[in-house]
């Protein structure tokens, strides 16, 4: 019989794996992975905000996160410097700034937990934040599935079929800082960006659409937590790198199989 921690493991792992494995498409196809680790990377401030204010660190990192998002906009409009620049000076500063905020807490925090994550002491409260905040992701996601796919083909079509594309793309970040958020006990600050790219990227290939895609990531994301779990308590390795490493494996194991079937199917993937 396993037990009940094991059980709550498996249900966190597998509720961020479906809606990392769909926002993850997005994140592949409009090549934000670079984004999306600085985005994870301001997620500490956003604990020790939490902590500080006596709210749910899950809050405090959507209220950070979402803050640095129109921070990164905003200066992007300006035309000052790359954005890959401004992402490197705003992702590591974030970092810093949170490192030095949980120092000076009189509450001290497992900080190893949030870096790399430890699904295995996931607790029920935190699995109502993983559900409720995935069933937002995936509302959303889906009703405007359409309207995004046509954004990431080719924007200018997308005005044309008057798809507000400023909007889309605000709210593929929300999407992509709720699973930031509800996913740090997870794989952890350092490690969540693979759970959004390695599935997708390993889905890629394999599929014919962007429907089948996301619905190959989710599987693939999903295998990954459950052989990660295992592996790290056969092994007594950290559960986030476990997964990780698992994803990471399909990956290598897969990638020959999906060029295959995609010279045989001639497809051409979203770029």
Not at 9 to 14: P, S, T
Not at 130 to 146: D, E, K, P, Q, R
Not at 156 to 169: G, I, K, P, S
Not at 205 to 224: C, F, N, W, Y
Request: glycine share 8%; with cysteine.
């Amino acid at each position: 019989m396993l037990d009940a921690f094991i059980f709550r493991a498996l249900a966190a792992g597998i509720g961020v794996a479906i809606i990392a494995g769909a926002v993850g498409c997005f994140v592949v196809w409009r090549r934000m992975a670079y984004f999306g680790d600085s985005l994870a990377h301001s997620a500490l401030l956003g604990i020790a905000l939490g902590i500080a204010a006596g709210i749910s660190s899950n809050l405090g990192v959507v209220i950070v996160c979402l803050a640095f998002a129109l921070l990164l906009l905003w200066l992007q409009q300006k035309k000052i410097l790359a954005t890959d620049t401004l992402l490197g000076i705003l992702a590591h500063a974030a970092l810093s700034i949170g490192l030095v905020a949980v120092s000076i807490l009189e509450q001290r925090i497992e900080i190893y937990s949030y870096l790399f994550g430890d699904i295995l002491t996931v607790t029920v409260k935190e699995l109502w934040w993983i559900y409720i905040g995935g069933a937002l992701v995936l509302t959303m996601l889906l009703h405007n599935w359409s309207s995004l796919v046509l954004m990431t083909i080719h924007e200018d079509l997308a005005r044309a079929e008057n798809v507000h594309t400023f909007f889309m793309h605000l709210l593929l970040i929300l999407l992509m800082t709720i699973v930031v958020a509800v996913s740090i006990r997870t794989v952890g600050i350092l490690l969540i960006t693979s759970m959004l790219i390695i599935p997708a990227a390993t889905a890629r290939q394999l599929a014919g659409s962007p429907e089948k895609m996301a619905i190959i990531a989710i599987l693939l994301g999903t295998t990954a937590v459950i052989g990660g779990i295992f592996g790290s308590m056969v092994f007594d390795t950290p559960s986030g790198p476990s997964i990780v490493v698992t994803s990471a494996t399909l990956f290598v194991i897969l990638f020959p199989l999906a060029t295959l079937v995609a010279k045989k199917r001639g497809v051409v993937h979203l770029q």
